[in-house]
């Protein structure tokens, strides 16, 4: 192969390699970005759950405390929870962290209100599984099968009962003494269980799904990576193959060529000859310069043939 196709050859190569390793670096971005999409959801999914878990708990506690003293307040919480939960009432910001345990007082706000959202919707938003939404919408309703028991226990408070709709309009003497036996009873704790069970289940199928999507995404980075590591490998060892090539056949030639030409033109001796024998550009070179020396040197013998003859005449 000629010093030419070898040349272009070898930078095609590392041309292509650079390449490589710059959609190797683009392709590393994109899942890096897809692994923090990732997290990011996977956190807000825990944070929805577990929302519904501290909901649950706020509500018991806000409920047994109204049937306790009777503060009004007490209810109008637990009303807030519900309105927020069920996206009727705006979200506080950072919501999933400490609140209801700050309020002391109704009306006061620990942290200012966001955007009105439902908790069903959030679940549809972050996308989560037919099989993980059904363990969550199971919670839930066992959570309004909670909430009944609580209103039904607030509402013996204020004396009044459900008519045969459900409704709370049939008014009696307050019972404040059943609404606490009922908050307090083993059925309350069993349907408090109900509750808790999904959402364990829950979290134990976000944790399958979303380590089977990490360790998809770590096997793809680590691939992408591989990848790289080889292109960046081969790009250097056909830089130095060039480098071993280009000084073997081309510099190391010339450098010899040089050296003869400067002999020649020192002790201007004709005789001396280049190295011709390479099958390629430098070959030729070498073939077209000795030629030059030749012709040179037949010129300059004729000339002293022709000075000798007029020295004789």
Known sequence: ??????????????????????????????????????AQVRYASYQTADELRQSSDDLTRLGRTYVVTGDDKYEKMYMDILAIRNGEKPRPVNYHTIYWDLVLNYGQKPKPDGKAISLDQRMKDLGFTEKEFDFLKQAQANSDGLVNMEVKAMNAVKGLYPDSGGNYTVRGEPDKQMAIELLHSSQYHQEKAKIMKPIE?????????????????????????????????????????????????????????????????????????????????????????????????????????????????
């Open 1 to 38: 192969m000629n010093i030419n196709n070898t040349m272009k050859l070898v930078f095609f190569i590392i041309g292509a390699g650079i390449v490589v390793s710059f959609v190797t670096i683009i392709q590393l971005n994109g899942l890096m970005n897809k692994v923090d999409e990732m």
């Open 201 to 313: 289940s829950f979290f134990i199928a976000l944790e399958e799904r979303t380590s089977a999507q990490f360790d998809a995404a770590a096997a793809s980075v680590k691939k992408t990576v591989l990848i790289g590591n080889i292109s960046l490998v081969v790009v250097v060892v056909i830089a130095v193959l060039g480098y071993i090539i280009t000084k073997r056949n081309v510099v190391n030639p010339i450098d010899r060529m040089a050296s003869t030409l400067k002999q020649v033109d020192d002790n201007s001796d004709l005789t001396l000859r280049v190295d011709d024998t390479k099958n390629n550009e430098i070959g030729t070179i070498g073939s077209t310069v000795n030629k030059v020396i030749v012709s040179y040197s037949s010129t300059i013998e004729k000339i002293n043939n022709v000075n000798h003859m007029i020295s004789q005449i």
